[in-house]
C-alpha cells in the first residue's frame, strides 16, 4: 500500500507545497472512485512473472492489484506463444507451424497454471459478475479467464465448451497464427474476414456466456463479427491509429481505425487501451483520443501488460492511473466507466 499511502498524504510533492496537496486530493478521489467501482484490467498476462513467462506461479500479481486497489484482471493466456518469435524489426509473428494438437496441449498446461495461481496465491476466481461483485465487497483481487486466440480449437467447437468448463470468460478470436475463424492484423488476408466457424464460434460463446474479443482482428473480420453478434463486443487492447500519445509506432498496425472503433462501440462494446505510452499523463492522452471518437461509454482499460515500453508494468501504480485520469479532465463518473464500469457492462451482458 505503499504508494497509495504516499499519494494520499502528499508525500510524493513537496511538503505544503500547492502540488502536493493537489496530488493528495487526486489521489483520495482516485481512492473513492476504486471503491465504488470494480475496476478491471480487461487484458493482461500479469506482468514479468505472468502467464507468459516460465516462471512458476507467484503471489506477485495479487500483491500488485491490492496495493493498487485493482479489483480484477482477464488474465490471458496465449495458445500459440510457443510458435512466437521477433523480427529483426522486433515485430513479434510466427516462426513455425504448430504440429497436431501442439497448441491446444500449451493451452491445457497454461490452464492449469491459472488453476495453481488461483488455488494457491491470493486471486479469486470470477465466473459471474456476481463473483466480481463479491470479491470487490471483500477486497480479494479477482481474476477473470481469457484466452488470447481460439487456434486450440482446431476446428472442434467442442474444445470451447471444455474451455468455458475450466473457468475461461473471455475469447478473443485470433491471435498472430493462421486459424479458421478469421484474419488478424499483421497476416496476410486469407478469409477476407470472419469465416462460417468463425460465426459459429461466436454464437457458441454467446450460448456459454464468454465475452467475445476481437483484438488483432482485421477491421473486416471485426465488422463481420459486430454483425454476428448480438452480444456487445470487446476490442481489449490497441490505440487509436495516428495516436500522437503513444510511446511506439512499432505497434502501429495494431491501431485501428476510427471506422473500426465505431463498429465496436455500435455493439454495445468498447476498446480497451494498451500501456505503450510513455507515462500516465501520455496514457490519459490516449484514452481521451478514442473517447473522442467512440465516447467515454466505450472506452476501458486493456494494458497488455508484459508489453514494453509502457506504463503501468506494476499494478500498484493502478490508482496513480485514475488520479491521472481525473487530473486530466475525466470526471469521477467517468474515470469509474473507463477504469470497469464499462467492461463489466459488457461482461454482465455476454456472462452474466
Known amino acids: 500500500m505503499a504508494s497509495v499511502q504516499a499519494m494520499v498524504s502528499g508525500g510524493v510533492g513537496p511538503d505544503g507545497s500547492t502540488n502536493a496537496a493537489r496530488v493528495a486530493e487526486d489521489g483520495v478521489k482516485a481512492l473513492e472512485v476504486l471503491r ?20 512458476p506461479p507467484n503471489g506477485t500479481l495479487a500483491a500488485g492489484m491490492r496495493a493498487g486497489s485493482l479489483a480484477a484482471v482477464c ?12 523480427n529483426t524489426a522486433g515485430i513479434t509473428g510466427v516462426s513455425r507451424s504448430p504440429g497436431p494438437n501442439e497448441l491446444y496441449r500449451h493451452h491445457l498446461v497454461r490452464l492449469a497454471w491459472t488453476d495453481d495461481m488461483v488455488a494457491h496465491h491470493g486471486l479469486q476466481r470470477a465466473l459471474t ?14 481474476l477473470i479467464g481469457g484466452v488470447e486466440g481460439l487456434d486450440f480449437l482446431e476446428g472442434k467447437l467442442e474444445r470451447l465448451e471444455e474451455a ?55 477491421e473486416t473480420t471485426a465488422k463481420a463479427a459486430a454483425n ?7 476490442l481489449s487492447h490497441t490505440a487509436l491509429a495516428g495516436s500522437r500519445a503513444m510511446a511506439s509506432t512499432r505497434l502501429a498496425a495494431r491501431c485501428v481505425s476510427q471506422n473500426h472503433a465505431r463498429a465496436i462501440a455500435e455493439t454495445g462494446g468498447a476498446i480497451g487501451i494498451w500501456a505503450i ?11 481521451k483520443e478514442m473517447a473522442d471518437v467512440v465516447g467515454v461509454d466505450h472506452v476501458c482499460v486493456g494494458t497488455d ?10 499494478y500498484a501504480q493502478w490508482v496513480n492511473l485514475i488520479a491521472a485520469m481525473l487530473r486530466g479532465g475525466f470526471t469521477s463518473e467517468e474515470a469509474g466507466k473507463i477504469a470497469g464500469g464499462n467492461y463489466m457492462r459488457i461482461f454482465r451482458a455476454a456472462v452474466g
Do not use: W
Not at 465504488?36 to 516462471?55: E, L, M, W
Not at 488474465?75 to 521477433?86: A, H, K, T, V
Open 36 to 55: 465504488r467501482v470494480i475496476s478491471v484490467d480487461v487484458h493482461t498476462h500479469g506482468g514479468p512473472q505472468g502467464i507468459y513467462s516460465p516462471a
Open 75 to 86: 488474465l490471458s493466456e496465449i495458445p500459440d506463444e510457443p510458435l512466437l518469435g521477433r
Open 129 to 142: 459478475a456476481a463473483d466480481l461483485a463479491s470479491a470487490h465487497a471483500a477486497g480479494q483481487p479477482a
Open 228 to 234: 454476428v453478434s448480438t452480444k456487445p463486443l470487446l
Open 164 to 218: 468455458h468448463q475450466r473457468g475461461i470468460r473471455s475469447a478473443q478470436l485470433v491471435h498472430y497464427t493462421p486459424n479458421d475463424i478469421g484474419d488478424f492484423q499483421m497476416g496476410a488476408v486469407t478469409h477476407e474476414g470472419l469465416t462460417a466457424f468463425g460465426a459459429e464460434v461466436i454464437r457458441g460463446c454467446h450460448r456459454l456466456g464468454m465475452v467475445v474479443d476481437v483484438a488483432h482482428a482485421t
Open 277 to 287: 505510452f510513455p507515462d500516465l499523463d501520455k496514457y490519459v492522452e490516449g484514452l
Open 305 to 314: 501488460q508484459q508489453v514494453a515500453p509502457g506504463v503501468l508494468q506494476d
